[in-house]
């Protein structure tokens, strides 16, 4: 497992590109046959990529959670980016097609990941933060998620939002997650910018041609950073910082919040004016 030690609101003034992704960055999360962790001290949350191939992977604990199995203390959210897969825990069997969800929850002893075709491997995104109650794990299909239609062309911010684990369709402990597909044409995935001080998030950029970046700002909006993105790493997004980006072409990404406040419209808004 790997580990962000995230810089704090005056130190990342000062960092150079290298530091901040250092500090905030995961490595690339998707490996053929391999289970990538990467826990950050934002809230504790641990960011992974599962690609099974002919075999099942199995979801690992480590040393640092101190925790018998992975969901001991921790519920999870995973999705699906790519191929036909399945997941399997606690015995049950979860058919997993692109852009399913699924969540795991606190006490979610055994957990496996499998690809339905190793020639078009699944890859499973998980999310997870720490859990304070037993809940119920739920299989969220892409058509069961709220669905909404945000921006326009002349922004070039249009985009459809699929809420999958949110309250009303999961009864989560602090996670909510769900995936933002941006229109041809549309680069800004949100648009005007803002921040939640009450919640963490964590962005996932993919369905991003090799050759095309998103340019992901963070910090203060009177110190606001950018992050040149490839896809398939995630950023974590302190409760200070701002969380939006802009791409060299139209994008798919997962965003995952975790922290004190589960509804989606809790936000600061704020101008573009305001980024400087």
């Known amino acids: 497992m790997d580990f962000l030690f995230a810089a704090d609101i005056r130190s990342y003034k000062d960092m150079r590109n290298q530091e901040l992704r250092d500090a905030f960055v995961t490595q690339q999360l998707f490996a053929l046959g391999e289970v990538k962790l990467t826990y950050t001290d934002v809230d504790r949350g641990v960011v992974g990529g599962i690609t099974p191939t002919t075999d099942a992977l199995e979801l690992p604990t480590h040393k640092e959670l101190a925790a018998d199995y992975f969901c001991q203390r921790r519920e999870a959210g995973v999705i699906n980016i790519g191929g036909k897969g399945s997941i399997v825990a606690d015995g ?87 995936i933002t597909e941006l229109k041809s044409g549309s680069v800004w995935n949100t648009k005007p910018p803002h921040t939640h001080f009450r919640r963490t998030e964590i962005y996932m950029y993919f369905d991003l041609p090799e050759d095309e970046r998103v340019f992901h700002l963070m910090g203060e909006p009177a110190e606001v950073r950018s992050l040149s993105l490839e896809s398939g790493v995630a950023v974590a997004s302190p ?38």
Not at 239 to 266: K, L, P
């Open 92 to 178: 049950v069997t979860y058919q997993m097609e692109n852009k399913d969800s699924l969540y795991l929850a606190k006490e979610t002893k055994s957990v496996q990941f499998v690809s339905d075709d190793a020639s078009n491997p699944a890859k499973f995104y998980l999310v997870s933060y720490p859990a304070h109650r037993v809940t119920k794990t739920v299989h969220v299909p892409k058509s069961a998620a709220n669905k909404l239609e945000l921006g326009s062309p002349e922004t070039s911010n249009e985009r459809t939002i699929h809420q999958s684990i949110r309250p009303g369709i999961v009864d989560s402990c602090q996670l909510v997650m769900g």
């Open 239 to 276: 409760s200070w910082s701002i969380h939006s980006g802009v791409g060299t072409t139209n994008y798919t990404f997962i965003w995952a919040m975790g922290g004190e406040n589960q509804e989606f419209d809790d936000m600061d808004h704020l101008k573009v004016t305001d980024l400087k």
